[in-house]
């Protein structure tokens, strides 16, 4: 499965971006990590194939994730954005459908996309 990500950029902070995921074929579960510079890879959002959603705390609220399966692209709404959203956002999917598996990670993931809050 091959992801192709699209949509990062530079936003003032309170600001909005979409981000755009199209795989190359069907997975359970689609989702997002960053990283941020300094900082270790984390979980941002996911969903699964029957529409399970899972985010991590400090996006809850802002971000939203959705999934079109029949173009098995993978859509994350962020708004509100923050300094501290700062990070390349990286698309990722799994054959897994269990939050305590994909969250630590995915078998297939995409090149990054950056995304730049300014303050």
């Known amino acids: 499965v091959q992801l192709q990500a699209s949509g990062g950029g530079l936003v003032q902070a309170g600001g909005s971006l979409r981000l755009s995921c199209a795989a190359s074929?069907?997975?359970?579960?689609m989702g997002w990590f960053r990283q941020a510079p300094g900082k270790e890879r984390e979980f941002v959002a996911a969903?699964?194939?029957?529409?399970?959603?899972n985010y991590v705390d400090s996006v809850k609220g802002r971000f939203t994730i959705s999934r079109d399966s029949a173009k098995n692209t993978v859509y994350l709404q962020m708004n509100s954005l923050k300094p501290e959203d700062t990070a390349v956002y990286y698309c990722?999917?799994?054959?897994?459908?269990?939050?305590?598996?994909?969250?630590?990670?995915?078998?297939?993931w995409g090149k990054g996309t950056l995304v730049t809050v300014s303050s």
């Open positions: 969903i699964t194939w029957n529409g399970g959603l």
């Open positions: 074929g069907r997975t359970l579960t």
């Open positions: 990722a999917a799994d054959f897994s459908a269990q939050p305590a598996r994909y969250k630590y990670g995915m078998e297939y």
